[in-house]
């Protein structure tokens, strides 16, 4: 597993929540493209878990809060997050 560690420079969510596409990274023109993204077959506790990632991407964009994405080593797809205390 790979971990990305960056400010969330920005956020994009899909209209239905379908998908979210965030940019992390220490500046705008630095970042990581990063993807959350329901699969067929995913349980309602995993679109839930999810869709809470989303939330506290949204809540660390705002505040400006470094965050701390986690994904496969040839995927950008976000299997867990982590926003360690200030």
């Known amino acids: 597993m790979t971990e990305t560690t960056g400010i969330v420079q920005r ?3 899909s209209p ?3 998908a979210a596409c965030v940019w992390i990274g220490p500046t705008p ?3 990581e493209l990063l993807f959350i993204q329901p699969q067929a077959g995913d349980s309602a506790a995993s679109v839930a878990f999810q869709g809470n990632m ?3 991407l949204s809540a660390a964009l705002v505040s400006r ?3 701390v994405a986690v994904h496969g080593d040839t995927s ?3 299997t867990s997050l982590r926003i ?3």
């Open 54 to 56: 989303v939330d506290a």
């Open 76 to 78: 950008a797809r976000v």
């Open 29 to 31: 023109v630095n970042t």
């Open 16 to 18: 239905g929540w379908a």
């Open 84 to 86: 360690d205390p200030a």
């Open 65 to 67: 809060r470094e965050v």
């Open 11 to 13: 956020l994009n969510v």
